[in-house]
Every structure is written in C-alpha cells, then in structure tokens.
C-alpha cells in the first residue's frame, strides 16, 4: 500500500455533509481496490463550525488546512445564517481559507459529458464534446480591495464602496498558472478583463501580454473584455479553452460556462496556493455548487461534482492521473446509462437518490478495476 496522504473534509452546510459521504465511499474503495490510502481528518466550517464554536472557522481547523496535503470541502451557508454580523457569517470561512492558505488561482472545468448534452439550455450542436477551464484570481481584487465598507454621507445617504486593486506580482502568479495548464491543453489562452474603462483591466492586460511574450510565445493569446466573453460563452462557446481573469468576473463567468453543462451538481473546482521549496502547493478543492439548503437532508442533491473534486485532487495534489481518469470515466460511464439525480434527469432517464448515485458510481468502479 501506497504511503497515506493527508486529507483535511470539511463538509460545511447543507447539502455538504451528505455529498461528502458519497466521496467517502470512493475513498474507501480506493483503499480496498486500488491500495491507496489517506489519513483523513474531518472538521467543520461555515455555519455548521458557528453552531459548534461561535465561530465559522476555528483557529485549530484552519491549522490542520495549512498542514494538509489537501482540503476538500463541501459547502458553506444558507438562509438561516443571513441574519449573523458579517464575520460570524459561514462564508467568512471559506474566504479565511482560501486567504490564509493563499489559494491564488481557482481552476473551474465546464465539461459537457455526453449523456448530458441535451441537459444543456444551449443547441446540442454549440455544447456537444465543450471542454473549457477557467483560471480565476481568488485573492485579490475587488473582493478583497481596500478602502471598502458602508458609510453615511453628511447629507445622511449611504455610500458602499469596494476597492478593485491588483499588483504586477498578483497577475503574473495566476497567469503562469493558466499559460502552464494552456500548454497541456491546446496551447490558447484568452485572457479576459475590462481595459476600456478600468485601470486595473489596463494594468491586467498589459502584464499577461508581456509574460506571454517573454515565456509562452508558444501558447496562442487572445485578450477579451469581459462582457463580450459573457456573450461568446452563449453564442459559441467552443471557440474557448483556457479563460484566465480576475477575481469578480471569474466568478461570474465560471458560473456562467457552469451552466452550459447543464447543472452545477456537476462542476468541481480546485484552489492553488504558489509551490514551496518542494514543489508542493497548497491546496483546496470543492463542487462549484452552494449548500442548496432547500433540499439538505432530503438525500437527493447530486454527488458528482464534489466527487469529480476529488478526482481533480488526486490529478493535480499527487500526481495520480490513472486513478482519476478512473473515476471520471466512471462517472462518464454512469451518465451514459441513464442514470440520474433530479437536477439531470431528462427523458428515458432513471432517478436516483444521492446515495443510490454513490453506490453506482463505485459499482462501476468495481467493473472497470475487475
């Protein structure tokens, strides 16, 4: 058996705790069929840590991320919790995470798997066999930016204010990230701001152009604006590959190509932080989906996209590409016969539950490795 790797689950609220379960179970099937084991922890964040400790994140929680090969989480929030000071709020403990642990650049797949074309908003014909990555800047930017906060005029209106601020160095780090990743894909790059009117989009383009042309003149770059790529995403989305961009309009662009594939329930993500002496980076991974607490505890959300995280884990964590086309040709395999959570179902399609959906996955699993 393999030397164990350490894994921190956090499965936070919602819809989390019973998403992880499924991935506990592709654990323990690793641990029987393919002889790798991990040292698991499991702690708690977001409004679930609030319950516990008053806090949505504890001191000692956040030290066992740090020392983690990887973290995967599950979800964070809910209506329940709208009412909390802003730091006591659950999503102050992701972004404690992703700060602390300098997750800089959050990779956002899209991928349109064949028995889900039709489960798309789009034509078949502009999603069929998309397989498109998004490199989004996690730590800075208007998120992060200060001056910020909610202030009285002397007129006695209200003013909110949020900084959009961004460094050579913060550019640079997630742009090699994207171009590395480009080259290992088809070699093309768009890179996406607003330039024409803001400064930092000015500033963006201008360091991405010259890394470019100083380390990847082998990978094919194109610079976009950001609301003509939210257009193009829906009109012909298959011109894109790699989309490098900043904090804000990653975020709304990933959920945008999320959508493309049909569900949210399908979407993994990973989080990187910069490699240390060892080549080691830290690390977190995590569905795109919220905690959708409307149907928590119901045992039906769908468990794919957080398995799907954790098949991306053993890909870019340790450097297991085997075991995690494994899992995801799996999943593939799955979908192609039919079966489905709610969020997927389409015609002469089955439903399942989550679990009933877990239990199938490693089914299959137990058929390929035979």
């Known amino acids: 058996m393999t030397a164990n790797k350490s894994l921190l689950i956090l499965p936070g609220d919602g819809i989390g705790p019973e998403v992880m379960r499924q991935v506990r179970r592709v654990i323990d099937w690793m641990a029987k069929r393919r002889s790798v084991s991990f040292d698991v922890t499991e702690g708690l964040v977001g409004g679930a840590a609030y319950e516990a400790h008053g806090t ?14 990887a973290v995967l989480l599950g979800a964070v929030g809910g209506p329940k919790w709208d009412q909390l000071p802003y730091d006591k709020r659950p999503e102050r403990g992701l972004l404690r995470l992703r ?33 498109i990555l998004i490199v989004r800047e996690l730590t800075g930017g208007v998120y992060f930016g200060e001056p910020r906060g909610i202030t009285t005029l002397p007129d006695g209106q209200r003013r909110g204010v949020n900084t959009q601020v961004y460094t050579t160095n913060e550019i640079i780090r997630v742009a ?4 590395e990743l480009a080259r290992k894909r088809q070699s093309r790059l768009h890179s996406v701001e607003k330039a024409n009117v803001m400064e930092s989009g000015v500033l963006w383009r201008e360091e991405v152009q ?3 042309d100083s380390d990847y003149t082998d990978v094919t770059l194109e610079h976009m604006y950001a609301d003509n790529c939210a257009m193009q995403l829906v009109r012909a989305p298959k011109q894109f590959d790699v ?12 959920d945008c190509a999320a959508m493309l594939t049909g569900s949210l329930g399908m979407l993994p993500s990973a989080s990187f932080g910069a490699p240390d002496a060892s080549g080691r980076r830290k690390a977190m991974y995590e569905p795109v989906h919220g905690s959708a607490p409307d149907i928590a505890g119901r045992d039906v959300a769908n468990p794919l996209a957080t398995i799907l ?9 340790f450097d ?33 539950s989550c ?4 239990e199938t996955l490693v089914r299959e699993l137990d058929k390929m490795a035979a």
């Open 176 to 179: 090699k990230v994207a171009f």
């Open 355 to 358: 679990s009933t959906m877990g």
């Open 243 to 254: 989309i490098v961009t900043d904090n804000l309009f990653g975020d709304i662009l990933s």
């Open 56 to 69: 949505p994140l504890k001191d000692e929680t956040m030290a066992d991320a740090l020392s983690a090969d």
């Open 99 to 131: 700060k602390e642990m300098d997750l800089f650049a959050n990779l956002r797949p899209a991928v349109v798997y064949p028995g889900l074309v039709d489960a798309s908003a789009l034509k078949p014909e502009l999603v069929r066999d998309l397989d």
């Open 309 to 317: 995280s954790f098949a991306m884990m053993l890909r870019y964590s």
């Open 210 to 212: 010259k890394l470019h």
């Open 320 to 352: 297991m590409d085997e075991d995690a086309d494994l899992i995801e040709k799996a999943v593939k395999t799955v979908l192609a016969s039919g079966i489905r959570t709610g969020d997927i179902m389409g015609p002469n399609t089955a439903r399942v």
